[in-house]
T-cell receptor
Framework: GESVGLHLPTLSVQEGDNSIINCAYS??????FIWYKQESGKGPQFIID?????DKRQGQRVTVLLNKTVKHLSLQIAATQPGDSAVYFC???????????FGKGTRLSVIA | DGGITQSPKYLFRKEGQNVTLSCEQN?????MYWYRQDPGQGLRLIYY???????QKGDIAEGYSVSREKKESFPLTVTSAQKNPTAFYLC????????????FGQGTRLTVV
């Protein structure tokens, strides 16, 4: 289930189940979105991206969905594995020459 | 191999001392960024630079300073004015003005002793 802890919200899933991590973004003019995975003690790694002219993009075991109407982004991980345990961040590229804006992050915990 | 390198991986600082964190990239990226991450929390932008010899403050610039004398390098100095410097520091880079992902270094964990 999903719970909000003192800091990052945590999503716990059974190994083999599908995971869905959600992200709300703030700027309706944002045109590019990225999902990152951060393992403990390491820097974030790129997982998948999507441009605003798309509403779905698939990678290997991952799918990103973009709903511009409600400014919502989700990351779906199929057949979740213990190695998927990490913190996942969404990032949005806002108009103008500004840095990527990162979401708060969600900790995914996979139960073997 | 192309990438972004942070050093050192671990750094200890006495209270009242300045310390400089290194960030080097060979990706030919124009833009570089410094983020701070506290335990169990997200990324907060300290400073960023979109071109050599120019940089801008992020959300939490107080107590930090940067320089961008070379395209490849964007060092961050944590000064004694930063009251709570213990954190995980991440450097990133990307192509300025393009819709491309930012590449991150592996981070430097700074501890004040």
């Amino acid at each position: 289930g999903e719970s909000v802890g003192l800091h990052l919200p945590t999503l716990s899933v059974q190994e083999g189940d599908n995971s869905i991590i959600n992200c709300a973004y703030s700027n309706s003019a944002s045109d590019y979105f990225i999902w990152y995975k951060q393992e403990s003690g390491k820097g974030p790694q790129f997982i998948i991206d999507i441009r605003s002219n798309m509403d779905k993009r698939q990678g290997q075991r991952v799918t990103v969905l973009l709903n511009k109407t409600v400014k919502h982004l989700s990351l779906q991980i199929a057949a979740t594995q213990p190695g998927d345990s990490a913190v996942y961040f969404c990032a949005e590229n806002r108009p103008g020459n500004t840095p990527l804006v990162f979401g708060k992050g969600t900790r995914l915990s996979v139960i073997a | 191999d192309g990438g972004i390198t942070q050093s050192p991986k671990y750094l200890f600082r006495k209270e009242g001392q300045n310390v400089t964190l290194s960030c080097e990239q060979n990706l030919n990226h124009d833009a570089m960024y410094w983020y701070r991450q506290d335990p169990g929390q997200g990324l907060r932008l300290i400073y960023y630079s979109q071109i050599v010899n120019d940089f801008q403050k992020g959300d939490i610039a107080e107590g930090y300073s940067v320089s961008r004398e070379k395209k490849e390098s964007f060092p961050l100095t944590v000064t004694s004015a930063q009251k709570n410097p213990t954190a995980f520091y991440l450097c990133a880079s990307n192509d300025r003005g393009l819709n491309t992902e930012a590449f991150f270094g592996q981070g430097t964990r700074l501890t004040v002793v």
